[in-house]
Structure formats: structure tokens, C-alpha cells
């Protein structure tokens, strides 16, 4: 597991429960899986290929409000044959706010495809 | 099922794929589940009881784009003692987009409660 | 001034304070005016124009709050030779929130141009 | 002048244009403000004083992309006896994207009130 990305939480972010709202969270992590896919090196653009999300589960544990600032942990949590899942752990400090696990798919052409072993390696590494 | 919420797709809700940014599908869910809520009558207010989303997974089946108007059907998915899952199924005319399921718990003055047994039989009814 | 867009405040939208958070009104003056532009029957995808934002100036009057329904009415505030400017103003029932005033130049690849008499008699109509 | 905010551009801040959709510069906005505002030591919460905007006005030269880090300098642009003015300065490297400028009152207990001398001494400073 490693630190991907982090960000002060926003003012907009923040419902008026003064908590970040539930949405954000997934918009932190497409962050976070960018940011960790090019730490990797994928080469997402030399193989043609788009990374399509197929799905997403979120489970919060605790909350961050204005003036937090989140670190997100990135880790592969499951490699399959067509589709792989990224668990993202956001934090405040070392209190953990929110787990999203986001799955992907390859898609050519708009056909999916096997992910290439590169990238399965890379995503292993 | 019945359908309890309707948009058209914003602009601003569509990223340079041309289609609907995922975090926006959680956002939408909340105006479902609220409308939802109100249309069965659930006594919130009444019961000094907060709704606390507790976890969330979404599945894309297609893509949102702006020019479409989605709807949103709510179900009851699952009623356990200390949660429920609601089940919402966002589509662009017949074709399903996104099946969002959100999980709530019940919290009164910061801590978690059963949910009341009014709340339970309006849920199931 | 017609009446010429009309939604719920999401409860995403509004932030701690517990009103809608002032960003939002922009993302609302753009539904707003593509409404209008619909409404007038403009052909922009016709004359292969597009029209970019240039400027935006918003008054805020008073709050809109999550259970308002805010509407949109847009007239046009000044017609220049090669900008015109939209004055849309959000009001909730009879209270007036915001006025936003938009500004749109007309770019035929990349590269600013008049716009032609036929957008600005529809625009004048 | 002082560069009081910076933040890589977000992939859900982009619309189907490829750029930056205008309101997130007024979200950002608001950060850059806030970071000001705790650079020069402001005692909002000290004097009991809340800050509202009353209007902002926005004027974009070229565009912000994915991939882009945005910075935000701020300065005071006008103090009037109720209300004061800050210009905010948005580039990418050195080229301006956008200069955003907001207008702030002071409220009491819900009532507009003068900015207090130390307020506008520490905003002139």
C-alpha cells in the first residue's frame, strides 16, 4: 500500500452536515487511481486501450469536514482475467475515513478486452 | 419499484469522455432515496433519528450523456435490524445506466440505534 | 424575460452554512441559457460556430436553501458586434437570489469571429 | 500580489470541451480567499463576524486542462467602508486563465455591519 494522493478538503465539498459529502469520495479516487496508475508506469497510452470503470463499493467508517486534509492509500485488492479492483483507503491523519474499492475493465475499439499481461505485471509489481 | 426521481443530464456532469462523471451518480442517488423517503411518509423528523449512509456500491451498465433525462426507481434491497439497502436503478429511457446501492444506519445523538419498527414496516410496505 | 429553466436545490449543492454554495449558480446559468438558446431555435451546430464563455458577473440577493425549487429567467442584456451578454436571474417563488450576467464570443476554429446577423435577430427576437 | 493557492486541475473539473467547466473557478476561488485570509491572520471568529459574498465577477483568457496545476494569487482590489473587493489571479505556469473578482460583507447576527478598522487595516497591509 502506498500514499497516492492527498488534498486539503474543500469548503464546496463539505454538505450542511459539515461533513464531505458521500459523492466526493469517488471523485477522490478516480484522483488517487490516476496518481497510481502513473507511479506504476501503466501504459494505458501506448497500448491503445481505456480504462472504463465497471464498478464501485464505498464504506465509510468516519467522517472529514473543512479544514481535514485526506491522504488516499492505494493497493491492487484483486486481479482477474478482464477486470481488476483498486482499494483505496482515505484517511485523515491515521483515523480512516472512507475504503473504495473501484473495478476496472480494457475496452479497444469500445469492445472490452483482456487486460495485457504488461499491464497485469505492472498492477502485480 | 417505483420511479422517484428525474433530471436532466448537466453539462457539468460530463467529463471529456463525452459521458457522465461516476462520482455524480452518488449524488443523484441522494435525491432518490430522499424523494423515495418522503413518498413513503418516513417520520425522520419525528423520530429524532439521523439517516447516516454507511456504505455505497455502484454497477455501470451503460453511459449517461447530456442530452438524456435519467430516471431513478427505488426498492427496498435488503432490511436488516440496524440497516437497510436501498436499491436504486438509474436509467436513460429503458436502458439501465447505473444500479446504485446505498446502505443507511440509524444514529440518535452521534450514536447508532436500531431502526425504529414504524420505520421498518414503512420501508417494507 | 422568460421563464426558461427550473430545478430542486440538491442537497449536495448547498454547503455548511446551509445555503447553496455561490458556484453553483454558474453551473445553473449554463443549463439556463442552453434552455434559452433551444427555446430561440439558435443554430449553432449549423453555422458550425461555437460560443465560449468570456465573462460572469453574479449579485447575490438572497439565499437559496435545500426543499427550494429555484427558477431561471433569461433575457438578453446587451448585444455587441462580436459579444452579446445574458442577464439570467434565480429566483426562488417571487424572491430574487442571484443575477448572473454571461458574456459569449463566437469561435469558428479556435478563432474569434462576429456573430452572424441571423444568431443576433434571434437573439434581439 | 501573493500566490495563496495552488491545486492540480481535477478530472471531473473538465467537461466534454476538454477544459475546465467555468463555476470550479469560483470554487476554487473560494479556497484561494480562505488561505488569504489565514495568511494575513483575519479574526473573523474572533470578532463574531461573518463574511458573505455579495458578488463576483469573472473574466477568463485561455483554459485550464487535465494535466495542468493551477496557482492563485491574491489581492485586495478595493475597500469600500461596507464591503471589499479582492482580485484573484488563476494561471497555469505563467499564462492567465482567469481573473476572478469577489465581493465580501460583513454580517452580524444576520445583519450587514462596517468591516471593524482591524479588518480593513490587516486587508490594506
Redesign the interface.
Known amino acids: 500500500m502506498r500514499q497516492v494522493w492527498s488534498?486539503?478538503v474543500?469548503?464546496?465539498e463539505?454538505?450542511?452536515?459539515?461533513v464531505v459529502?458521500?459523492?466526493?469520495?469517488?471523485?477522490w479516487a478516480?484522483?488517487a487511481v490516476?496518481s497510481w496508475w502513473a507511479a506504476l508506469g501503466l501504459p494505458f497510452a501506448e497500448t491503445g486501450l481505456d480504462q472504463r470503470?465497471?464498478?464501485?463499493?464505498?464504506?465509510?467508517r468516519s467522517s472529514a469536514r473543512?479544514g481535514d486534509t485526506v491522504t488516499v492509500d492505494a493497493e491492487l485488492d484483486r486481479m482477474g482475467s478482464t477486470s481488476f479492483t483498486v482499494a483505496l483507503t482515505v484517511r485523515v491523519a491515521d483515523r480512516v475515513c472512507c475504503v473504495v474499492r473501484t473495478t476496472y475493465v480494457a475496452v479497444a475499439d469500445g469492445v472490452p478486452v483482456p487486460w495485457p499481461e504488461q499491464v497485469r505485471t505492472l498492477l502485480q509489481s
Open positions: 488534498a486539503p474543500r469548503f464546496a463539505c454538505d450542511q452536515g459539515g459529502f458521500n459523492a466526493h469520495y469517488l471523485a478516480h484522483e490516476e470503470i465497471k464498478a464501485a463499493a464505498l464504506e465509510w473543512y
